[in-house]
């Protein structure tokens, strides 16, 4: 073999090809062939197959309501990250938080905004998804357990939203979460004491806001990039996505 | 079409009930076609994929840019709202707690959370499956229908007509 395939001058010479190569390891082959292997060739993207059923591209058919769903979990999670550097979990200064992020930094508000108008899209469209998901039947075997995930999906998105509400500390959020955690103590037998547990005492104060925080910023979160992640990885197993049986 | 006799090549088998009848000139279904109607993913599926985001990114910006998040004074416990209304996804709870806290507030909404977990192994036919209000499901649409309407009209209830002390107000007065 030619040695020169070795040195030091070819080395850079090809130094862009063989990085890009070395990134992409694509085999070649036919056009079909490049295509898919650049489906499952790709961390980011083989949780897709090589191949999708047209029904599953109707748009008529899903509305993309679950996908929609999807992109605001990850609208949030990005505005989420970025509005964790603005603020502080206590009670003295949360508030304060908020308004430097009205009047303080640049496009604060926008990225508040953001984040709140996607929380309440995502609630919106996931129960949307949820309705789609009756309406077609396509909870019916063997799908059933995806719904059961789908199910806990709704539950965890209401939670996350729930948690959330607290985090400005205004008068809408102390009140909204007292009014909500109250339904809880409805709870015979045990209801004050699960009241207790969620707001780290009787009443809505410092530790109910750092309870809500922590599991508004950590835990929820990755409870749901779990469930998201057996949610998308079944659909696969469970053979794509719903289509009429006789197809 | 163009029948061809092949008596003599296939002779027919007594002890069978099938057999050759004629062979005919044509295409098979799957001609220029992906097996079982598929595309490729790439790229029919991630174009559509990405635009959709772009979309939604496009709106969620929008949105923001025009309408700000609602920030009333700085949380003052002494001091309630009236009235205090949860977040508008448990409104329609807390309408229902109005009538009665234990049915309204646990025993409802434990019950719509039990009966959605179940759900599929309660409802098991496999008739009008992918179908939008398949006519073979018009009893589990129907039913499925009446909880939505009922949840949103509680949520409007509570959101919009419900005034300090939780009595019926208008919205605009």
Do not use: D
């Given at each position: 073999m030619s040695e020169t395939a070795y040195s030091l001058k070819e080395s850079i010479r090809h130094l862009p090809r063989n990085i890009k190569e070395s990134i992409i390891r694509r085999g070649g082959g036919t056009a079909e062939q490049e295509r898919a292997a650049a489906v499952f060739g790709n961390m980011f993207l083989h949780?897709?197959?090589?191949r999708v059923h047209l029904n599953s591209l109707r748009?008529?058919?899903?509305?993309g309501l679950g996908l929609i769903s999807f992109y605001l979990f990850l609208i949030l999670i990005a505005s989420g990250l970025l509005l964790m550097f603005y603020y502080t979990p206590s009670t003295e200064l949360a508030y304060r938080n908020m308004k430097d992020l009205e009047?303080?930094?640049?496009?604060g508000v926008v990225l508040r905004n953001v984040h709140r108008w996607s929380a309440h899209a995502m609630v919106a469209f996931a129960f949307l998804h949820m309705c789609r998901v009756f309406y077609t039947g396509s909870y019916k075997a063997p799908r059933e357990f995806n719904w059961v995930i789908g199910v806990c999906l709704l539950l965890v998105t209401l939670f996350l939203s729930f948690t959330g509400y607290l985090l400005p500390w205004d008068q809408l959020a102390f009140w909204a979460i007292t009014v909500g955690s109250n339904i809880a103590a409805y709870m015979p037998g045990i209801g004050e004491k699960v009241r207790f547990l969620l707001l780290?005492?009787?009443?809505?104060g410092q530790m109910a806001l750092l309870r809500f925080y922590v599991l508004h910023v950590a835990v929820l979160p990755l409870v749901a990039v779990v469930l998201l992640g057996v949610h998308f990885w079944r659909i696969r197993k469970d053979g794509g996505l719903s289509r009429p049986l006789n197809d | 079409m163009k029948a061809v006799n092949k008596e003599e090549m296939f002779p027919k088998d007594p002890?069978?009930?099938?057999?050759?009848m004629a062979i005919v000139d044509g295409e098979t279904f799957n001609v220029e076609k992906g097996p079982e109607d598929t595309v490729q993913s790439w790229p029919h599926l991630m174009v559509r994929e990405l635009a959709l985001f772009l979309l939604v990114f496009a709106v969620i910006l929008g949105v923001s840019l025009i309408f700000n998040a609602p920030l009333e004074e700085a949380a003052n416990p002494l001091h309630s709202t009236n009235p205090a209304k949860a977040p508008w996804y448990f409104v329609g709870i807390q309408e229902l707690v109005s009538y009665?806290?234990?049915?309204?507030?646990?025993a409802t909404p434990a019950l719509i959370v039990l009966t959605l977990l179940l759900l599929p192994y309660l409802d098991r036919n496999p008739k009008g499956t992918g179908v939008w209000f398949s006519r073979d499901r018009r009893v589990a649409t129907a039913l499925f229908t009446v909880f939505v309407v009922v949840m949103v009209v509680l949520i409007l209830i509570g959101q919009f007509l419900r005034g300090p002390n939780w009595h019926l107000y208008l919205p605009w007065s």
């Open positions: 949780v897709h197959p090589v748009a008529g058919y899903t509305f009047y303080v930094v640049s496009f780290g005492g009787n009443e809505v | 002890n069978k009930t099938y057999s050759l009665s806290a234990f049915l309204g507030g646990i």
